[in-house]
Every structure is written in C-alpha cells, then in structure tokens.
C-alpha cells in the first residue's frame, strides 16, 4: 500500500533529510518528505558532512531543501514521524482540532536496542551512526507500515 509520510527534526538538514533519502529509496512508490520544526534552514539544502556521510553509502539528498513544518501537514500525510520527543512535542503543539493524523518517534519502529531518539549528528559529528539508525528504523517502518 502507498503511503505518505512526513520526517520531522529541529533543522531539517542532518536527519530528517536523511530518513526522507534512505526511506524513498527502499519505498519508492511512497510520497515521502520531510521538515524542520525551526525556521533556521529554510531553503538550504542537507549539511554538508551528512550528504557526504550519506553519498559513501550510496544515498543521495543534494536536492532536497529545508523547510518549516506547519500546520497545513497535519492534512496532507498519513503519518508523521519525529526525531527525538522534543520535536514531537512542537508537532502536536500545533495540530489543528479535529486532526487525528499520528504522530509517533521513528526510534518506535526499530527493536529496544535503539534508543527513544535519534541522535542529532549535528552536534554528535556522528553522521555514520546516525544513518546506521536510520536505516534500521527506516526498514521497521516500512514492515509495519
Ligand atoms: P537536524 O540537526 O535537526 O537533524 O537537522 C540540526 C541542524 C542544525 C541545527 C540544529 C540541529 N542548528 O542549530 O542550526
């Protein structure tokens, strides 16, 4: 079955990016996207090491680009995927009444050895990591999806 799904971390350009490119790739009859619950990056695209990081292994995002998530997304996926608990929180702090979009961790959709968050790269320098995550979580979404 397709489906639509929304990635959502703080900046938009080390993991959200990174769980769009690695997942449209093993899902490709998917609309998949992703945002940034700050403005901070609006319209850059992903970091530069996480794109390097991710090119080693043969997944490519230089042409996705940050954006806000706002509101207005909660209407247009079926599900809505988080990074960590403090950006699920800003996402549900704007959810329209009425909406009953989900909204779950993307750690949730891997096994109990992977934490409750994905690690910020941004800050770790663990590009390598962060994507080995990804993948694992990105793989348990599409099974259960
Ligand atoms: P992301 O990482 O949320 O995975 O895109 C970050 C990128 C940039 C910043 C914070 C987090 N920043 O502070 O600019």
């Known amino acids: ?7 959502v ?13 690695v997942t449209r790739r093993l899902a490709p009859g998917w609309e998949i996207d992703s945002a940034g619950t700050s403005d901070w990056h609006v319209g850059e695209p992903p970091y530069g090491p996480m794109q390097q990081a991710a090119r080693a292994r043969g997944i490519e995002m230089g042409d996705l ?9 909660f ?8 990074m960590d608990a403090d950006n699920l ?3 549900e702090a704007l959810r329209p009444a ?4 989900p909204v779950r961790l993307f750690t949730g ?8 968050h994905v690690p910020d790269p941004y800050y770790t320098r663990d590009f ?12 348990g979404l599409i099974e259960t999806a």
């Open 1 to 7: 079955m397709s489906k639509r799904i929304l990635f």
């Open 128 to 139: 390598d990591g962060c994507l080995d995550l990804i993948e694992i979580c990105a793989k």
């Open 89 to 91: 929180a800003r996402i």
């Open 109 to 116: 959709f891997a096994g109990p050895d992977a934490g409750d």
């Open 98 to 101: 009425g909406s009953t979009t």
């Open 9 to 21: 971390c703080l900046g938009n350009i080390c993991r959200s990016p990174s769980a769009h490119a």
């Open 75 to 82: 209407g247009r996926f079926d599900l809505i995927v988080a």
């Open 65 to 73: 680009r940050a954006r806000q998530f706002h509101a207005g997304d």
